[in-house]
């Protein structure tokens, strides 16, 4: 299995970033082959929703000539996406917002090119935030289940951790047990 990590964070050594350890542990010791992309050091600019991707039959076809196109090979390439975010605002980080608005030139929906590039794509949420999971990511969850059924994608789940005590609520026992088991889980599936 080939995963795609896209870290959110913009603190690399933060609560998310911490998270991350066991479960990307787990993924590599169970033979999945990942890359890990930290969004903090890729230049991604918005998407000026100028269509120019919408005319481009092959590939992902965006214009800007920035890091994006590094993210959209790694997707493409992958059968897993993890989106790896701290929860700000009951949303996903600024960067992450802006690779997530990017995603338009997976699908050819809107001009004279066609298809789907993320069609049966997996994807998952590893999340940390403040409140209950519930009350603190649902919006983002939601938000990411409503572009699964856009672009045809497979929601695999999101395993989060409450931030209770800054970094070492992300590496209780209990913390640490359930982002191996989330990877086991994601191993697992098909």
Not at 9 to 23: D, I, V, Y
Request: negative net charge.
């Amino acid at each position: 299995m080939d995963v795609c990590v896209l870290m959110g964070s913009p603190r690399k050594n933060g609560n998310t970033a911490e998270l991350a350890k066991p479960f990307l542990e787990e993924l590599r010791s169970g033979g999945a082959e990942v890359t890990y992309l930290e969004l903090v050091d890729l230049d991604i600019a918005p998407c000026k929703g100028c269509y120019h991707c919408q005319d481009v039959q092959e590939g992902y076809g965006c214009i800007q000539k920035d890091d994006m196109q590094r993210v959209a090979d790694a997707i493409l390439k992958c059968d897993l996406i993890v989106l790896a975010t701290p929860i700000y605002t009951w949303y996903c980080t600024a960067e992450m917002k802006a690779m997530l608005d990017r995603f338009y030139a997976f699908g050819k929906f809107y001009r004279s090119a066609s298809g789907n590039l993320l069609e049966n794509k997996r994807i998952c949420v590893l999340a940390t935030h403040g409140y209950d999971a519930a009350y603190a990511a649902d919006p983002f969850v939601i938000g990411i289940q409503r572009m699964c059924e856009h672009y045809s994608m497979r929601y695999n789940g999101m395993y989060s951790v409450r931030d209770i005590d800054d970094l070492a609520s992300f590496q209780t026992k209990q913390a640490v047990a359930g982002a191996r088991d989330f990877a086991r889980y994601l191993l697992s599936i098909e």
